[in-house]
């Protein structure tokens, strides 16, 4: 049975938070930081529907859009071999693994023509929490690190992040191609209901 109730705590506390600090991203990704770290504590909370892996690429659940959109809360589930392209987010998010483990890797772009540079490589186990924001550092690769197993994360973003125009970038020439990532689920976890 998923506890829901944590995920509705999360979504209450997250809501003041942005309610206090407004757009501060300093203070939302310190105080967030926190707050994510404390969901992906507990593995007993996230419906099965929205951890399914696809047999050919990763998958983005949308668990919770802020109905004025200053933030989204989405599981990234990605299968055995499945990697993300290089994109940015072109606004803040918290990357918090719940299960498996992920590598990424931060890129910078060096030039037009020119692919982008690889600035860090990491892998990211549960309970870890990664900041992404195009003041901080905002283009990575992410993909799954365990070669049987699907590693999930939660993601949380300053916006609702299946409807923001993106970029993914080509990985020998840096050339940016526009996206808007959507959503993998039709429906919605009713965390009201908790």
Known sequence: MNDLSRLTGFVKDFTAL???????EARILESGE?????????DDWLPDACAAPHPDHYQQYLLHCDPRERFSVVSFVWGPGHTTPIHDHTVWGLVGILRG?????????????KPPAREDEHVCV?????????????????ANADPDDPSISIHVY??????????????ETGEKKAFVSGYSNATIPNIWNS
């Not at 992920?102 to 037009?112: A, D, I, M, P, Y």
């Not at 549960?126 to 992410?142: A, C, F, K, L, Q």
């Open 18 to 24: 942005v309610d206090e600090v407004d757009d501060d």
């Open 158 to 171: 300053g916006a609702n992040i299946g409807r923001v125009a993106r970029h993914v970038f080509d990985p």
């Open 126 to 142: 549960p309970g870890d929490v990664d900041n992404v924001s195009p003041t901080i550092g905002d283009i990575h690769e992410v």
């Open 34 to 42: 926190r707050l994510l770290a404390d969901l992906i504590a507990h």
């Open 101 to 113: 483990r992920e590598r990424v890797t931060s890129l910078s772009l060096t030039g037009e023509g």
